[in-house]
Nanobody, 122 residues
Framework: QVQLVESGGGLVQAGGSLRLSCAAS????????MGWFRQAPGKEREFVAAISRNGGNTKYGDSVKGRFTISRDNGKNTVYLQMNSLKPEDTALYYC???????????????WGQGTQVTVSS
């Protein structure tokens, strides 16, 4: 089992950047593929990005391609989401997840964090 804690969210102006972190504890994070999802009020949870166990493969949702970058440091049991060129429509609660496959569906993930809020002002 693994516990996930997200951090790094906040309020930023459109065009700005933020870096989210997801710290894993318990079982070694390198055991899992990791993903980021987000959910805005009144909307369904949306896939953002995923990374394989060794970091060799990444996958992105269409709405963030070219702007967001997922990475991981297995030595620190941490996954990152670098978000650039932020838009108001990126405003959401961002969740970190751990699972067996670096995929874009939430059912591929077994463990979830509590989320960190990102708000982008226009």
């Amino acid at each position: 089992q693994v516990q996930l804690v997200e951090s790094g969210g906040g309020l930023v102006q459109a065009g700005g950047s933020l870096r989210l972190s997801c710290a894993a504890s318990g079982r070694t994070a390198s055991t899992y593929a990791m993903g980021w999802f987000r959910q805005a009020p009144g909307k369904e949870r949306e896939f953002v990005a995923a990374i394989s166990r060794n970091g060799g493969n990444t996958k992105y949702g269409d709405s963030v391609k070219g702007r967001f970058t997922i990475s991981r440091d297995n030595g620190k049991n941490t996954v990152y989401l670098q978000m650039n060129s932020l838009k108001p429509e990126d405003t959401a609660l961002y969740y970190c997840a751990a699972g067996g496959l670096a995929a874009g569906r939430s059912y591929n993930y077994d463990y979830w964090g509590q989320g960190t809020q990102v708000t982008v002002s226009s």
